[in-house]
T-cell receptor
């Protein structure tokens, strides 16, 4: 089945220790997104890639970086996690960025910062 | 600013019907999405509306009125597994998705 996969599902890191979350997709979609979602809040878009074109949201902290080495994989790097970065991180993909393009989500990675 | 409003929480009875409302104020409109999100899991796509009217998909229907900036998700014959959060999201003129905080639906036997 075509899908969006995120690893790991649960990640624990220490305050200030860099961490990388990964996402892969078998949908061959052009666009990949990273969202941060805290409890009972809306998903917050951090950035997205349209193919190799990187699009950063204006309010995404510099602490968050992303890499997309190929169509299938995308990584979220948190350089110095703070306690406020504990959240669910959701990866999503879409075929394009047109009106009808639906975003399909991976299962998420829940990040705990100690 | 851009804003999506949904009730924070609703309670309904198994077998009943519930309507979850969403109002929006966005810079432009290029479609409205409803997603279902079970606790601790990722959102899953339910429906998409871009024209006014009702879209029906099994037990779930979604309605849109662009002139009123309003949508609702109607769930019929509620089942316990429908207990989840329901998120409304609008694609704006820049084709960005603007998300609501979600409505937590609690189903009671």
């Amino acid at each position: 089945d075509a899908m969006v996969i995120q690893n790991p599902r649960y990640q624990v890191t220490q305050f200030g220790k860099p961490v990388t979350l990964s996402c892969s997709q078998t949908l061959n979609h052009n666009v990949m997104y990273w969202y941060q979602q805290k409890s009972s809040q809306a998903p917050k878009l951090l950035f997205h890639y349209y193919d190799k074109d990187f699009n950063n949201e204006a309010d995404t902290p510099d602490n968050f970086q992303s890499r997309r080495p190929n169509t299938s994989f995308c990584f979220l790097d948190i350089r110095s996690p703070g306690l406020g970065d504990a959240a669910m991180y959701l990866c999503a993909t879409s075929e394009g960025r047109e009106e009808t393009d639906t975003q399909y989500f991976g299962p998420g990675t829940r990040l705990t910062v100690l | 600013g851009q804003n999506i409003d949904q009730p924070t929480e609703m309670t309904a009875t198994e077998g009943a019907i519930v309507q979850i409302n969403c109002t929006y104020q966005t810079s432009g409109f290029n479609g409205l999405f409803w997603y279902q999100q079970h606790a601790g899991e990722a959102p899953t796509f339910l429906s998409y509306n871009v024209l006014d009217g009702l879209e029906e998909k099994g037990r779930f229907s979604s309605f849109l009125s662009r002139s009123k900036g309003y949508s609702y998700l109607l769930l019929k014959e509620l089942q316990m597994k429908d207990s989840a959060s329901y998120l409304c999201a609008v694609r704006d003129s820049n084709y960005q998705l603007i998300w609501g905080a979600g409505t937590k639906l609690i189903i009671k036997p």
